[in-house]
């Protein structure tokens, strides 16, 4: 069975930092490539940074330069490092991978920037 279980959510100031985890299992980890999504209330969802199985990393230009997608394959498990966080990023922030043909999503971990 696959499961993503995010965690690292929480409520910080504008300019302060988290750093968001996700744990894989019922995959093989480092075959697959990785995505964070977040959705904010009243919006779609929307694909925030990508990494591929060899480390190649995309941003959506609203978190360029402020956020940092990683993953540790010996732990099959998918980073974000938020820096320099600002109220708009306020959103339940997903991971998401395509295995075998089908898509999964983890449950979310909320994030709140207060400003």
């Known amino acids: 069975q696959v499961r993503l279980v995010e965690s690292g959510g929480g409520l910080v100031q504008a300019g302060g930092s988290l750093r968001l985890s996700c744990a894989a299992s019922g995959i093989i980890f480092s075959f697959v490539p990785m995505d964070w999504y977040r959705q904010a209330p009243g919006k779609q969802r929307e694909l925030v940074a990508t990494?591929?199985?060899?480390?190649?990393?995309n941003y959506s230009d609203s978190v360029k330069g402020r956020f940092t997608i990683s993953r540790d394959n010996a732990k099959d498990t998918l980073y974000l490092q938020m820096d320099n966080l600002k109220p708009g990023d306020t959103a339940v922030y997903y991971c998401?991978?395509?295995?075998?043909?089908?898509?999964?999503w983890g449950q979310g971990t909320q994030v709140t920037v207060s400003s």
């Open positions: 990494i591929t199985r060899s480390g190649s990393r």
């Open positions: 998401r991978t395509t295995w075998i043909g089908r898509e999964y």
